[in-house]
Nanobody, 126 residues
């Protein structure tokens, strides 16, 4: 599975961005998909995840209520709508995917995902 993330950019505080991740290859076997982010000097952290059905989503506490993850299995894409952006949201955002269906807490772990996109930069300026 190959993942291509795009949609990042520069936005002012309080603004919005929509990230997309297009999957190709063995996409019919992909179950869990997620977004992670990494700021300079920090470890990569979980942002949001979604099951294949789209009915189960998880969010980091720091983005809950501001970010929304969604997926379109027909188009093999997962999106992350980011609203009310803050300077601390500045990071490189990575999409990830895996064939497995894992318990909720494990969806927040990097090691639960075998496939990763190249990352897209999001910069929130104040």
């Amino acid at each position: 599975v190959q993942l291509q993330a795009y949609g990042g950019g520069l936005v002012q505080v309080g603004g919005s961005l929509r990230l997309s991740c297009a999957a190709s290859g063995r996409t019919w076997s992909v179950y869990d998909m997620g977004w992670f982010r990494q700021s300079p000097g920090k470890e990569r952290e979980f942002v949001a995840s979604i099951r294949r059905s789209g009915g189960v989503t998880l969010y980091a506490d720091s983005v809950k209520g501001r970010f929304t993850i969604a997926r379109d299995n027909a188009k093999n894409t997962v999106t992350l709508q980011m609203n009310s952006l803050r300077p601390e949201d500045t990071a490189v955002y990575y999409c990830a995917a895996d064939f497995a269906v894992r318990p909720g807490p494990m969806q927040k772990l990097q090691r639960s995902y075998a496939f990763w996109g190249q990352g897209t930069q999001v910069t929130v300026s104040s």
